[in-house]
């Protein structure tokens, strides 16, 4: 019988496991399962912290709080380019959306943390990221509530903002299975002043609403009518005949925090809170989201 150091000369070197091999995990032909994490792993945290559903709050990145952006204005002298004082006092003029995110976010976070729910119910959720991102998240932890950030790695790297709750820090590689994250468990949609990202997601659970792909009514608040009119003439599209007139009733452009949180309340009770009453034994509790086959 050979012993233990003789056998080691007459076999060949063990091969990792595949689910070990971070070679093949971080090829192409692993994608899919890199894939499958980024679903399977968040899935398996919301279930942990017992979150049933969100609201997400959209907006730009660059809008500063008020604080940092009267500092950046008084620190530009009368000497400084055109530009820098253009942009200086750009950002003390959408500081004020900053501040209402973090409102409306406190507002929400507080009423919901009251609802007599088995799981968490309406949980501010974000990009994870800056600006209105920080703001939402801000607000909803100084009401004392759990808030959700769905970070993306870029090749400019966002990193995630100190108010998210650390258990439901996200990172994200693919845009796309960050974008199910937000729309799978969202029943309201927050749209704060933004670029290019903030288009891109308010026009595509738009889609997804008018062409009735959601098993659920989703909620969009987009806030800050003069920045939206001057963006975007809706109205327009319904004289082209590009949408229908009822399409405009898939959101409700309002100005101040309270108005977006009074919306908010009344929708999310009529079309979500109906289910919140006490239940037979051995009736099932909804745990996460439902969708359409």
Same mark, same amino acid.
């Given at each position: 019988m050979l012993k233990k150091d003789e056998m080691s000369s007459?076999?060949?070197?063990?091969?990792?496991l595949a689910y070990e091999n971070p070679q093949f995990l971080n090829s192409p032909d692993g994608r899919v399962l890199r894939i499958m994490s980024e679903y399977v792993e968040p899935l398996a945290r919301f279930r942990r912290e017992q979150i049933q559903d969100t609201v997400v709050f959209f907006g730009s990145a660059r809008f500063p709080n008020l604080a940092d952006a009267n500092k950046?204005?008084?620190?530009?002298?009368?000497? %400084?380019?055109?530009?820098?004082?253009?942009?200086a006092q750009a950002g003390v003029e959408t500081a004020r959306y900053y501040e209402d995110a973090r409102r409306m976010a406190f507002l929400l976070s507080k009423w919901a943390a009251q609802i007599p729910a088995r799981r968490r119910r309406f949980v501010v959720t974000t990009g994870g990221g800056p600006g209105i991102m920080e703001a939402a998240n801000r607000g909803a932890q100084e009401a004392g509530a759990k808030t959700?950030?769905?970070?993306?790695?870029?090749?400019f790297e966002q990193y995630p903002n100190p108010y998210i709750t650390p258990s439901l820090n996200f990172e994200f590689?693919?845009?796309?299975?960050?974008k199910f994250w937000f729309a799978y468990l969202a029943k309201a949609l927050v749209i704060f002043p933004g670029g290019f990202g903030t288009l891109d997601e308010l026009f595509e659970i738009l889609t997804l609403a008018q062409t009735q792909k959601l098993a659920k009514k989703i909620l969009v608040v987009i806030y800050g009518r003069?920045?939206?009119?001057?963006?975007?003439?809706?109205?327009?599209?319904?004289? %082209?005949?590009?949408?229908?007139?009822?399409?405009?009733?898939?959101?409700?452009?309002?100005?101040?925090p309270e108005e977006g949180f009074e919306f908010l309340r009344e929708g999310l009770t009529q079309y979500h809170l109906g289910s919140e009453r006490p239940r037979h034994i051995g009736e099932v509790v909804p745990e996460i989201a439902k969708t359409n086959p």
């Open positions: 007459t076999h060949g070197k063990i091969a990792p950046v204005f008084e620190a530009v002298t009368g000497s %400084a380019e055109d530009v820098e004082r253009r942009r959700i950030g769905l970070n993306i790695r870029l090749p590689h693919y845009f796309f299975m960050r003069e920045y939206w009119n001057r963006l975007i003439n809706f109205q327009a599209m319904v004289d %082209a005949g590009a949408v229908s007139p009822e399409d405009l009733d898939l959101f409700r452009i309002v100005d101040s």
